[in-house]
């Protein structure tokens, strides 16, 4: 089973809402991470979690905050969002150093 | 710093024809290399990875690559297309470290296939 879930699928906010992304696998991965892809481009990193420690932080705004409570669980806090930060965004999982493997991703629209 | 070449915005083909993307990769020190595929509105799904060994990978749904470490090269091929997979396709690496590490993605190239 490869699988990642992300929730919600689709999410639409305002500039000055605060709101939560959230992805899960059980797969025993220790590796999570958070990619921004926007439309007919490639995903972008964003974050890396090894060891539910942040390992990479590819110089992210700060009203982007990720979170790790635990080893199958990975959040992204959003706050304060501008309407250029509307974007599919993506997380993905893998054993150290392996293959990454992504969930279906959160369509995020900021009003 | 690691690099993708996809030089290639879409590649056309007929079904039951054979196809090719094209990458190339620049990366200090032996790489990891991947494909992932992409349907509208999805997430990026795995199709196959190169390590080490035998320079021709096969993959999921009879896809294969062929790694070129003189060209520094990783083209996807498949010896007869489906309709089904008319996609976007991404070529990807990461440096062989060890390490959870940022997969440096090419800018895609989309495949169409005809009937």
């Known amino acids: 089973d490869t699988e990642v879930t992300q929730t919600p699928k689709h999410l639409v906010m305002g500039m000055t809402n605060k709101k939560s992304l959230k992805c899960e696998q059980h797969?025993?991965?220790?590796?999570m991470y958070w990619y921004k892809q926007k439309a007919k481009k490639p995903p972008e990193l964003m974050f890396v979690?090894?060891?539910?420690?942040?390992?990479i932080n590819e110089s992210v705004p700060s009203r982007f905050s990720p979170e790790c409570p635990n080893s199958s669980l990975l959040n992204l806090h959003l706050h304060a969002l501008q309407p250029e930060d509307s974007a599919l965004y993506l997380c993905a999982s893998s054993l150290i150093g392996d293959t990454q493997y992504f969930g279906p991703g959160t369509r995020l629209t900021v009003l | 710093a690691q690099s993708v070449a996809q030089p290639e915005d879409q590649v056309n083909v007929a079904e039951g024809n054979p196809l090719t993307v094209k990458c190339t990769y620049s990366?200090?020190?032996?790489?990891?290399l991947f494909w992932y595929v992409q349907y509208p509105n999805r997430g990026l799904q795995f199709l196959l990875k190169?390590?080490?060994?035998?320079?021709l990978v096969k993959g999921s749904y009879g896809f294969e690559a062929e790694f070129n470490k003189s060209q520094t090269s990783f083209h996807l091929k498949k010896p007869s297309a489906l309709v089904s997979d008319s996609a976007l396709y991404f070529c990807a690496v990461t440096p062989r470290q060890g390490t959870a590490s940022k997969l440096t993605f090419g800018t895609g190239t989309r495949l169409q296939v005809t009937l």
């Open positions: 979690y090894s060891y539910e420690k942040l390992s």
């Open positions: 797969m025993g991965h220790r590796a």
């Open positions: 190169y390590i080490t060994g035998d320079n």
């Open positions: 990366v200090s020190g032996n790489p990891y």
